[in-house]
């Protein structure tokens, strides 16, 4: 029980968020918007160090000062799988009007929801394998330190449905079916989570790449397409701040809850 929530956590952020579209009128601010992308970006930094690759090199204590090495071909794996699911899956980002990927014919509503949802794989990822390295045992990742990687994920998640809900219904789509999008690109979290904990179960040797493997795959969103957006135009310390107390609260929650 306890497991399914924990997978369930970061999905019910998304959900929530995506439900603003029923009680805000229009488009999140551009200040606003700003914040919450500098916030998600904290809180995946966050995370991919102290629950992600500490725990790797942790889990490596016996191969002495070589215990960098399975976070460092995990972390360098993680970069390319993104970088290549980037070129391959069709997507395009808010305030953008050329998609990337290959191409497609496609709806722009769709590929919006896309882009969001290639974000989140990587989040399901880390979610999923750290859950797996606290049931295999013996690897310092307690419950309480992987449902705060849960809980942090779905603080971020908030704004993330509400940043894709909200456009959609200011360019004319209805409250319930921005709603659905919305939910629709959280919807791989638990996916992605899920195969990861199968995957670690299956090759549990290999939990510290898995872990390294989300930390890098989380890093490439952030540098890749969440800062750059939070950067745009004028007051881009506002993205600065959000990302401080983003990083901030993860912290916390890691080390508080451990």
């Not at 579209?21 to 551009?30: N, W």
């Not at 000062?65 to 997507?91: E, N």
């Not at 590929?111 to 049931?135: D, R």
Request: glycine share 10%.
């Amino acid at each position: 029980m306890n497991l399914f929530v924990g997978l369930m956590i970061p999905f019910l952020g998304t959900t929530l968020g995506a439900a603003c579209v029923f009680f805000l009128k229009g488009s999140i601010p551009p200040l606003v918007q700003k914040a919450l992308l500098g916030f998600a970006s904290g809180v995946m930094v966050a995370a991919s160090v102290w629950s992600l690759l500490i725990p790797s090199i942790d889990m490596s204590a016996d191969m002495g000062k070589m215990a960098f090495v399975p976070a460092a071909v995990g972390f360098a794996l993680g970069i390319l799988f993104l970088l290549a699911m980037d070129r391959i899956i069709p997507h395009l980002h808010m305030n953008e009007e050329k998609p990337e990927g290959i191409h497609s014919q496609l709806k722009k509503t769709t590929m919006l929801v896309l882009a969001v949802t290639l974000h989140n794989i990587p989040e399901g990822m880390a979610v999923g394998v750290t859950y797996a390295s606290f049931m295999a045992g013996n690897t310092g990742i307690s419950l309480a330190s992987a449902f705060a990687l849960s809980i942090g994920i779905a603080i971020q998640n908030f704004p993330e449905g509400a940043i894709i809900s909200l456009p959609l219904k200011s360019e004319g789509g209805s409250k319930k079916k921005s709603f659905f999008y919305g939910m629709a690109s959280g919807v791989v979290e638990p996916i992605a989570a899920g195969v990861t904990m199968l995957l670690a179960g299956v090759i549990t040797p290999f939990l510290p790449y898995l872990l390294a493997f989300a930390a890098g795959a989380m890093i490439y969103v952030v540098v890749e397409e969440l800062l750059p957006e939070a950067s745009e135009g004028e007051h881009s310390n506002i993205n600065t701040i959000g990302f401080a107390v983003g990083f901030l609260i993860m912290m916390i929650l890691d080390v508080a809850l451990a």
